[in-house]
């Protein structure tokens, strides 16, 4: 006779048994480092000055340019111009004092007519680049291959809605030069051969904006938060603020190890980051919520929380590995 005691232990023994091979099965079918899919029509921008489809330049290039600017941008004809106006005029002020500069607006299968509205930008400044998706990827996707097609020393990507005050760029840039003791400006070969992470952050207005908030929509972000904190980041108060600063090496072997492609990717950049050593720091920046926001309520939060269960499961069972990059 079967005690009570020897059934509890045969149904451990057995859910332990099922996790174990839940978890095999897992790794055993998934690719342990990231395919990176670009359409051969992705290579390309449309040089409005030479009239010629000329070739992105690949972030294993040496850099040209000090900064290179990434914008993601989906379905967002009419919160990406004011933004651009905002950044160009700062930019452009910059330029006079020797700053070199691009922007890359990737239209990620906008089905709006967000690349017009871009390359309307690209018709007067040759600095601007519109990098057009063929589909719809997620910001990380857009925001990977914006990052790969950069000439920058370092480069910002920074949403497209433009909630984030651009000049608060000097801010990060001040943190940049006290991890590096070097300014990228003046010396870009030493800064983009180094490593560094800077994060935008809206962590200090946290208590404004739960005042604006439902009740449930407050109980969702501390919710994330405290899951992002238990599974995968600590030290970082705000990961999903868009408007982070790296290095050009920094952004070569996050991005090349990256697989999350949709919302949270954000947090699996700054585990790969955390996780190689890689100096990390997080200055407040002036923020405003803007109209017209990509985040769908309640879908978007369990697709988050589902890529944070992702991550820290298939890095803890070694189903996904960081991509070991050549030394520079």
């Known amino acids: 006779m079967i005690t009570l005691e020897v059934s509890i232990a045969l149904i451990v023994l057995l859910a332990v048994g099922m996790i174990i091979l839940f978890c095999l099965v897992i790794a055993v079918m998934t690719e342990p480092y990231p395919k990176i899919w670009r359409h051969k029509d992705e290579n390309?921008?449309?040089?409005?000055?030479?009239?010629?489809?000329?070739?992105?330049p690949s972030i294993s290039d040496d850099?040209?340019?000090?900064?290179?600017?990434?914008?993601?941008?989906?379905?967002?004809?009419?919160?990406l111009p004011p933004m651009l106006d905002e950044c160009i005029e700062y930019l452009e002020n910059r330029k006079k004092s020797g700053l070199t500069y691009e922007i890359i607006v990737v239209s990620d299968g906008s089905t709006d007519s967000t690349i017009v509205a871009a390359e309307s930008y690209s018709r007067k400044y040759e600095t601007v680049r519109v990098l057009g998706l063929?589909?719809?990827?997620?910001?990380?996707?857009?925001?990977?291959?914006?990052?790969?097609?950069?000439?920058?020393?370092?480069?910002?990507?920074?949403?497209?809605?433009?909630?984030t005050k651009f000049s608060d760029i000097e801010k990060l840039e001040s943190s940049l030069r006290?991890?590096?003791?070097?300014?990228?400006?003046?010396?870009?070969?030493?800064?983009?051969?180094?490593?560094?992470?800077?994060?935008?952050?809206?962590?200090?207005l946290e208590k404004e904006e739960t005042a604006k908030r439902s009740i449930f929509r407050t109980f969702l972000m501390h919710g994330f938060h405290f899951l992002v904190w238990l599974l995968c980041v600590r030290g970082v108060r705000d990961t999903q603020c868009g408007f982070k600063l790296l290095t050009r090496k920094t952004a070569r072997t996050l991005f090349n190890a990256l697989h999350v492609e949709q919302w949270a990717f954000d947090v699996e950049m700054l585990f790969i980051a955390q996780t190689l050593r890689i100096p990390i720091t997080e200055i407040a920046v002036n923020w405003t919520e803007i109209d017209g926001s990509k985040v769908v309520p309640i879908w978007s939060w369990l697709q988050m929380g589902r890529d944070l269960g992702l991550i820290w499961l298939k890095y803890r069972i070694g189903a996904w590995k960081i991509a070991k990059l050549k030394a520079d």
């Open 134 to 163: 063929v589909k719809n990827r997620g910001k990380g996707g857009a925001v990977r291959l914006g990052l790969q097609s950069a000439r920058g020393s370092v480069v910002l990507y920074a949403d497209a809605d433009g909630a």
């Open 63 to 79: 850099c040209s340019v000090h900064i290179s600017v990434v914008i993601p941008a989906y379905n967002e004809e009419e919160r």
């Open 44 to 56: 390309f921008f449309q040089n409005f000055f030479t009239g010629q489809r000329e070739k992105f």
């Open 178 to 204: 006290e991890i590096l003791g070097v300014d990228y400006t003046k010396d870009s070969a030493k800064a983009a051969l180094s490593d560094a992470v800077v994060c935008g952050s809206r962590a200090h």
